[in-house]
């Protein structure tokens, strides 16, 4: 089977040894995008702020691997603090209107210091 890596300048840089994206006949695996702009600064504000930086984010990047968040299956999101749930959920609702399937966790920590962090996996 073959895949490739996914980059674009339109999304947040990667923090780290790894891909944007790894692309697959099948799917298109996403890193984990957190709430900075295409040059890497931190996006301040409220959790729905953020959230929506996360998902321009990997919107940006499944676009570039030729697909988009209407495409999206599977996604995970994580939280510092589950406080943060329902407003995360008032931005993510925006954008994932297909309804894919989803886990949300509280984790201790995240890179960078930031709330939150959204992945996910989508068609080509």
């Known amino acids: ?8 300048k339109k ?23 957190i709430p900075c702009d295409a040059e890497g600064n931190l996006i301040g504000g409220t ?3 953020k959230t929506a930086a996360c998902i321009k ?13 209407e495409k999206a299956v599977k996604v995970n999101v994580f939280l510092t603090d589950m406080a943060n749930f329902a407003g995360m959920n008032e931005e993510y609702a925006k ?8 886990s949300c966790v509280a984790v201790k920590q995240l890179p960078k210091g930031v709330d939150v962090e959204i992945e996910c996996i989508a068609l080509p």
């Open 57 to 69: 984010n990997l919107q940006a990047v499944l676009e570039e691997a030729g697909s988009s968040i």
């Open 1 to 8: 089977m073959s895949f490739s890596p996914v980059f674009t």
């Open 11 to 33: 999304a947040a840089p990667v923090a780290g040894p790894y891909s944007q994206a790894i692309k697959t006949p099948n799917a298109i695996y996403c890193s984990g995008q």
């Open 95 to 102: 954008w994932f209107v297909q309804k894919p399937a989803r």
């Open 47 to 49: 959790i729905q702020e």
